[in-house]
């Protein structure tokens, strides 16, 4: 609630999460609840922006969007305070309206409205139609960063 009530921004990296898991249960014990508290901060009205902490992790954000999604380790089901996972709408709203919030520049980024850069990817797959363990293996089939195509397969 104080995140909310300062209107501060959370800057998270779930694609920690995977990793995080066993060294927090380890030495946090019960505490380890409150690590990564997605719901909890976005039920208080709390702003969220995502990122993929590069370069100590992966650049690649569907594997981040997978953490936050599932909140499991890599070689195992079972999820880890499954009552703290996100939505993917949250997700990806945190991954750009967060983000934009979170640089200062929600004028010119964050969504795809009039006037804006038109920052945009188009994936090989619809992520919101799939397994969500499958969404690590979409891959990005252009860019386009203001509105100029910066890449394409």
Known sequence: PRF???EAIASMQAIHIPEDIDAANRYWGVRARWAYPFRSMIQSGATIALGSDVPIETC???EGIVAALCRTRRTSDEVWYPEERMTLEEIIHAYT???????GEERIKGTLSPGKLADFM????????????????????????????????
């Open 4 to 6: 909310a009530a300062c």
């Open 60 to 62: 690649n954000v569907f």
């Open 97 to 103: 309206v967060g983000a934009a919030l979170a640089s």
């Open 122 to 153: 188009v994936l090989s797959q619809d992520i919101f139609s799939i397994q969500p363990e499958k969404i690590a293996e979409t891959k990005v089939q252009s860019m386009i960063i203001g509105g100029n195509v910066v890449y394409e397969i």
